[in-house]
């Protein structure tokens, strides 16, 4: 576990976004069942989630391509809520920082944390954008 207050403006940085911070087993069970496009991401206090993942969010979110649902995790600080949501997807591998597009719960595409650290913000904000328009309404 982190100090709270080291990782506090990596979480307000997302809950500024819009990102609900999903704490508890049943938080993340209740944002799994919701209906349409979502977005879950495992936050992380590595560089590569500094550099280019969480200001990468914000360039993507910045756009008219956004998931109806954003919901993010902290890796290393919610151990129960990240716990249950890589039980629920156990055939993807951990990764911290990561991205996970849904629909309707549904797995459609998890970016790992070697697909975000090769990339700048931007490039990160471009595949999120790319990946969010093939999703199915």
Same mark, same amino acid.
């Given at each position: 576990?982190?100090?709270? =207050?080291?990782?506090?403006?990596?979480? #307000?940085? @997302?809950?500024?976004?819009?990102?609900e911070?999903?704490? /508890?087993?049943? /938080? =993340?069970?209740?944002?799994?069942? &919701?209906?349409?496009? !979502? *977005? @879950?991401?495992?936050?992380? =206090?590595?560089?590569? /989630?500094?550099?280019? #993942?969480?200001?990468?969010?914000?360039?993507?979110?910045?756009?008219?391509?956004?998931p +109806?649902?954003?919901?993010?995790?902290? #890796?290393?600080? +919610? *151990?129960e /809520?990240? !716990? $249950?949501?890589?039980?629920?997807?156990?055939?993807?591998?951990? !990764? !911290?920082?990561?991205?996970?597009? *849904?629909? +309707?719960?549904?797995?459609?595409?998890?970016?790992?944390r070697?697909?975000?650290?090769? &990339?700048?913000?931007?490039?990160?904000a +471009? @595949?999120?954008? $790319?990946?969010?328009?093939?999703?199915?309404?």
């Open positions: 576990m982190y100090d709270s =207050v080291l990782t506090q403006p990596m979480r #307000a940085e @997302l809950t500024s976004l819009g990102f911070e999903l704490t /508890a087993p049943q /938080a =993340v069970d209740a944002f799994l069942a &919701r209906p349409g496009t !979502s *977005l @879950l991401f495992f936050n992380s =206090v590595c560089g590569c /989630a500094a550099g280019s #993942a969480r200001p990468g969010l914000s360039r993507f979110l910045a756009g008219e391509i956004r +109806d649902h954003l919901g993010t995790i902290f #890796a290393g600080m +919610d *151990l /809520a990240a !716990s $249950q949501a890589r039980s629920r997807f156990a055939q993807l591998p951990p !990764s !911290s920082p990561s991205a996970l597009l *849904l629909r +309707d719960g549904r797995p459609v595409r998890y970016i790992h070697t697909e975000i650290e090769c &990339r700048d913000a931007e490039a990160f +471009d @595949l999120l954008r $790319q990946e969010c328009a093939k999703l199915p309404n």
